[in-house]
Nanobody, 125 residues
Framework: QVQLVESGGGLVQAGGSLRLSCAAS????????MGWFRQAPGKEREFVAA???????YYADFVKGRFTIARDNAKNTVYLQMARLKPEDTAVYYC???????????????????WGQGTQVTVSS
């Protein structure tokens, strides 16, 4: 069993920044990959970014150059630094964890075993 707790969401003006954190417990953190997804009202959950157990990083096209994912294995935490936020970034952001040493696609939600409860990000225009 893995527990994931997100934090750092909130209300920010367009052009502003936020840093989301996701603290994990219950599994050897360094052996699994972490992802961030988001879901806006009335829309499907979509991939945002992922960082693998081996350090590879993947981003959705719509966040490249604006968002940065990073992990701190010593703190069992993954971060999503978001800059130049836009109103269309408004959504509930979820972190998720894969199985250990996962090697499938990081872009689909089915690749992840456990999910956090989500944190709301609202970007005002």
């Amino acid at each position: 069993q893995v527990q994931l707790v997100e934090s750092g969401g909130g209300l920010v003006q367009a052009g502003g920044s936020l840093r989301l954190s996701c603290a994990a417990s219950g599994r050897t953190f360094s052996s699994f990959s972490m992802g961030w997804f988001r879901q806006a009202p009335g829309k499907e959950r979509e991939f945002v970014a992922a960082i693998t157990w081996s350090g590879y990083i993947y981003y959705a096209d719509f966040v490249k150059g604006r968002f940065t994912i990073a992990r701190d294995n010593a703190k069992n935490t993954v971060y999503l630094q978001m800059a130049r936020l836009k109103p269309e970034d408004t959504a509930v952001y979820y972190c998720a964890v894969t199985a250990p040493y996962y090697s499938g696609s990081y872009y689909i939600s089915n690749g992840y075993d456990y999910w956090g409860q989500g944190t709301q990000v609202t970007v005002s225009s």
